[in-house]
């Protein structure tokens, strides 16, 4: 098995990741019973085509075995002339690939959203499967804990 | 190039990775997880060199691993 990681279009991802997502959200999603999965792909489309949306892939041959996808803005809000700033949308890596393939995923990320002028990224872990040693030893640094509650 | 392989692997010992080692063993097949992986790479970073995100990211052997490596 040889992993590689490279850009590719929502387009050419989201067929190869259909088979993928189910997986991915059984491992982490949470409050699966009331939020149920169901991936709105015309959303990314849009996005991908204003250049908001960053897919990397990671795969083994042509197989799909792990992605990033990030979301990328020209400034935030609060901070319009600090430059590009992006959030994590995905990251995920089928279980039988983590052997290093996750941290090379996410450099392989870092390397392109330099490559978009974000200034500023985010990602974020579940606490039930904490990445905080893989973030931070690849130099994130952790800055808040997110609350979510159901209404 | 043969010195830096060895060396390659003398850091890799070090870093207590196991098994027979030689220039055409796969990353992948080291065993290590994605934070094992990443202190392997600080490791080589420390002891022999430097080598770029994009250079480590796209070897998938310890050949292509020294050969990255600036030392």
Known sequence: MSVSFQRETWRDFYPDAQQIFPIHFRELSLHQDEIPAGCDSEIYETLEDKGFLLVITARDGRKLVGYYVGMVFDHHPHNKDAGRVSTTDMFYMLPEYRTGNGAKLLISAEIHLRKFGVRKAAISTKLKQDHRKLFEALGWEATDIVFHKLL | ?71
Not at chain 2, 16 to 26: D, H, M
Not at chain 2, 50 to 68: C, R
């Open chain 2, 1 to 71: 190039m043969q010195h830096k392989l060895e060396r390659l692997l003398f850091v890799a010992r070090e870093e207590g990775i196991a098994g027979v080692l030689t220039p055409e063993t796969k990353i992948e097949e080291l065993g290590l997880d994605s934070l094992e992986f990443m202190s392997f790479l600080t490791s080589i970073r420390t002891e022999m060199g430097a080598i770029s995100d994009q250079d480590a990211v796209k070897a998938n052997t310890l050949s292509e691993l020294a050969a990255a490596i600036e030392c």
